[in-house]
């Protein structure tokens, strides 16, 4: 979605919260989301222009703080960890759940070789995620 698409879902969010209501913005961060092994990169995710998605959506979040329609009342950083029982697990949720994202066969065979190694080998998808709490300010 273009920066303008986002912006404008802010803006009617803005318009919809309640007296008192809070808007709690979470996204990825620019960083590409990987696959670990033991909490060890073993490679990105092959993701489609998502750098530039979540740019975007940093960009419109920035623009709407700059335009005065809501203020920070809090914001974290944080990794997020999707763990799966096999590469094949995490590949077949990227694939369901993400937007033009995957899990590329390099990928799948670095993960294979590191299970190989040591079956006891952990297995996740690690994303570094933005979240902030938003108070909407009176535009009267």
């Given at each position: 979605?273009?920066?303008?698409?986002?912006?404008?879902?802010?803006?009617?969010?803005?318009?919809?919260?309640?007296?008192?209501?809070?808007?709690?913005?979470?996204?990825?961060?620019?960083?590409?989301?990987?696959?670990?092994?033991?909490?060890?990169?073993?490679?990105?995710l092959d993701a489609e222009q998502a750098d530039r998605r979540h740019a975007a959506a940093e960009a419109a979040l920035a623009r709407a703080?700059?335009?005065?329609?809501?203020?920070?009342?809090?914001?974290?950083?944080?990794?997020?960890w999707t763990y799966g029982d096999s590469i094949e697990e995490l590949r077949d949720h990227?694939?369901?759940?993400?937007?033009?994202?995957?899990?590329?066969?390099?990928?799948?065979?670095?993960?294979?070789?590191?299970?190989?190694?040591?079956?006891?080998?952990?297995?996740?998808?690690?994303?570094?995620?933005?979240?902030?709490?938003?108070?909407?300010?009176?535009?009267?």
């Amino acid at each position: 979605m273009p920066t303008e698409g986002m912006v404008h879902a802010l803006n009617r969010a803005h318009s919809l919260l309640a007296p008192g209501g809070r808007l709690v913005d979470l996204h990825p961060s620019v960083e590409t989301a990987r696959v670990e092994a033991d909490g060890v990169s073993i490679g990105n995710l092959d993701a489609e222009q998502a750098d530039r998605r979540h740019a975007a959506a940093e960009a419109a979040l920035a623009r709407a703080l700059d335009e005065g329609l809501f203020a920070v009342e809090g914001e974290r950083e944080f990794w997020f960890w999707t763990y799966g029982d096999s590469i094949e697990e995490l590949r077949d949720h990227v694939c369901a759940s993400w937007q033009r994202s995957r899990v590329g066969d390099p990928l799948i065979a670095r993960a294979r070789d590191a299970v190989r190694a040591d079956r006891g080998t952990v297995l996740r998808i690690a994303e570094h995620v933005r979240i902030t709490r938003l108070r909407p300010v009176d535009r009267r």
